[in-house]
């Protein structure tokens, strides 16, 4: 959240579309943004554009599942196992689709290193992603999207005071980066749970949006100070 924050006050625009952000930037209406690796390598056919993985970034599968009450479940079950087998990674390997296999690519493949990185990741805890879902959404709409405006202000202020001083600001830069809930709550499914209750989300958004403020306030002040 600190990565998003701090980069934040260069956002054109949010969008809820994740292949929307790699269309944005190949049409020239922004220079980078985040965006998965798949949505990005579909365009990576024009020079002009590149791709780069986070330090530590994470493998995320495409999930195919049998439904439970299919009335085609041998056939479904058949795809599954065909998609798994040599020839159905070696298919996906080579179509057009911008995903990794998960059978290992060959030595002399130029995706291949890249996979191996990927897949040495530790593996996501799923339960408590999907446990997290609503403190996230709820977190990143608070922090970033209802108050976009204010951010750039501030950010364009930091980044106007380091760059007179010639000196990082890392106190100020603190306040605009933290976040109003720590590790040990972001963890705890029961308080996580509490989050399907509309009136306790409510609630806490109405305080983060006060904590964010605050925080603001605070840095700006600071930076005036040093004026």
Known sequence: MATLLAISGNLVTISSR???????????????????????????????????????????????AVLKNSRHADEARAFIHYLLSPKGQRILADANTGKY????????????AQQ??????????????LKRQQLVQRMFDTAISFRLAQLKDAWRA?????????????EIRALLTSVPVD?????????????????????????WQIWFLNNQRLAIHKLEELK
């Open 18 to 64: 994740s292949f929307g952000v790699a269309d944005k930037i190949k049409s020239g209406l922004g220079v980078a943004g985040p965006v998965i690796d798949n949505y990005a390598n579909l365009l990576l056919n024009d020079p002009n554009l590149a791709f780069t993985y986070f330090p530590y970034s994470a493998v995320s599968p495409t999930y195919v």
């Open 101 to 112: 296999p998960v059978a290992p690519l060959s030595a002399d493949n130029p995706r291949a």
């Open 116 to 129: 191996q990185r990927l897949m040495a990741q530790p593996p996501l805890n799923y339960r408590l992603i």
């Open 158 to 170: 930091l980044h106007s005071a380091e760059t007179r001083l010639k000196r990082p600001l890392p």
């Open 183 to 207: 590790a040990a709550s972001s963890e705890d499914e029961t308080w996580l749970a509490q989050f399907d209750n509309k009136s306790f989300a409510e609630q806490k958004m109405m305080e």
